[in-house]
């Protein structure tokens, strides 16, 4: 539920842009980076004070929510409501790592509040933003992909669950909002040292299997800059690639600087979508 709302909207002639998870690490510099197109900023964690610090600095609207509520969702677009009368642009942001080990050894209601949080939050979230952003004549929603969705990751079921199901719900509500004008895409940020890099590594190492060895080695090196990310996702909210839609795109390995120059190639093919390999695609064919 919608715990507060804290700081004035400065609302300028720039896009109104909701950004969840949006108190610390990939959140906060998506935040920064809207910040610098001059964006209405709403953004939703649960820290009321960090939040409220960074929306005071950014002249951005705070709400605090904990959207392991299953009426958060709801709740924080009515919040925004009432602050702004369209929505451009969406940022699924918010996501928690769950219980790390196997399967059946996880807390049952910790594995589904991960659901809860990763997947059912953004589907709630979106399910009230495609048709605001459709009557204001469209607009961008972009969710964080993750370990998981598109490759098994074993001892964090809950996570890989969660975000492979959200991409396939992206890839298939792009083509249900694409009448609207909405286009919805997924990123995958990369390996950042963040807050969730800490968690795997407070976990058991017999626990988090394989995960922990490179979690440690991604502490030592130095993790990916969300700062990237970030650039990425406002690069998706932008009028640059306007025709693409239904996309999973990497900041770190896909070459998404030049989109705007190649991206109406992808239009009627799955690059960068979610899908079955067959044997022919690993060079065997079984009879
Ligand atoms: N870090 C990585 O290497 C990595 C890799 C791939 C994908 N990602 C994805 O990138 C996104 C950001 O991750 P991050 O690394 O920046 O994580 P993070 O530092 O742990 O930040 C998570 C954000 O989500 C908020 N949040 C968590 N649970 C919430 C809840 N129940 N209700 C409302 N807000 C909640 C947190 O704020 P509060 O705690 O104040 O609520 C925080 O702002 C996530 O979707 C993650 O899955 C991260």
Known sequence: MVISCKGLIHLTSGRNVLITGASRGLGEAIAR?????????ILVARS???????????GAFAVAADLADPEAGAAVLRAARERVERLDVLVNNAAMVGPIGKFWENDAAAWAETLQVNLL???ALMRGAIPW???????????LSGGGATAPRPN????????????RLSETLAVEAAELGVRIHCVAPGAMNTEMLEAVLRAAPEAAGGEYGKAVVQKEKG?????????????LASDEVRGVTG?????????WETMGEWGAELAGTDIY???RIVPEERGKKFE
Do not use: C, H, Q
């Not at 980076?33 to 900023?41: P, V």
């Not at 952003?133 to 969710?143: R, Y």
């Not at 079921?157 to 991409?167: P, R």
């Open 33 to 41: 980076e809207f910040g610098k197109t001059g964006a209405n900023l």
């Open 48 to 58: 009321g004070e960090r939040l409220a610090a960074l929306a005071e600095e950014l």
């Open 121 to 123: 939050a953004p589907a």
């Open 133 to 143: 952003m459709g009557a204001g004549g469209g607009g961008v929603i972009v969710n």
């Open 156 to 167: 964090f079921s809950a996570y890989a669950t969660a975000k492979a199901g959200l991409v």
């Open 223 to 235: 993790g990916d800059d969300p700062a990237v990310a970030a650039r990425l996702i406002a690069f």
């Open 247 to 255: 996309r999973l795109i990497s900041a770190k390995w896909d070459p």
């Open 273 to 275: 979508t979610l899908r």
